[in-house]
């Protein structure tokens, strides 16, 4: 590991709370997902329904419970913490692009729009994580790109 500035090794002391913040989010609402909790499984027919699955709610929301457990379990691990960050910033993206132009709405539960708030506090948190891990982050993308690169003929 390279040797790391001042900025830097204070940005990642930073990146805890944040990684922290990313798993508390993410596994609270699993026990709403996970056991099938009527809102739940309103907010995922919706979004099933509107995406031409109808039926399809639970397949979607186990789905979508199970790479939110992967997310905060990475995000937590200091070797995968970018990879976590990474995932969890993919998972609040498509939160906020289903809860932006599909009938779900920002405010589905009619609360001010909690979840939609909290899905773009993660998404920040995400991008902090994400970016205070850059070089780490940088590296991987590098040596996922060599080894993807087809060999010279």
Not at 31 to 41: A, I, Y
Not at 88 to 106: D, K, R, Y
Request: charged share 15%; glycine share 8%.
């Amino acid at each position: 590991m390279s040797v790391l500035s001042r900025g830097d090794r204070l940005l990642r002391l930073f990146a805890w709370p944040a990684a922290i913040w990313i798993a508390y989010e993410l596994l609270w609402y699993e026990q709403f997902k996970l056991t099938g909790n009527e809102g739940s499984v309103y907010l995922f027919t919706i979004l099933s329904d509107w995406l031409g699955t109808p039926g399809g709610e639970k397949s979607f929301r186990l789905f979508v419970a199970i790479i939110e457990i992967i997310c905060a379990v990475l995000v937590l691990i200091p070797r995968t913490r970018m990879i976590g960050a990474a995932l969890s910033l993919g998972t609040m993206s498509g939160a906020i692009f289903f809860h932006t132009v599909s009938p779900l709405g920002i405010d589905p539960y009619g609360d001010g729009g909690q979840l939609f708030k909290e899905a773009v506090f993660t998404w920040f948190m995400a991008a902090f994580v994400l970016y205070a891990h850059r070089t780490e982050a940088f590296v991987l993308l590098n040596t996922l790109r060599a080894r993807l690169r087809p060999a010279a003929a």
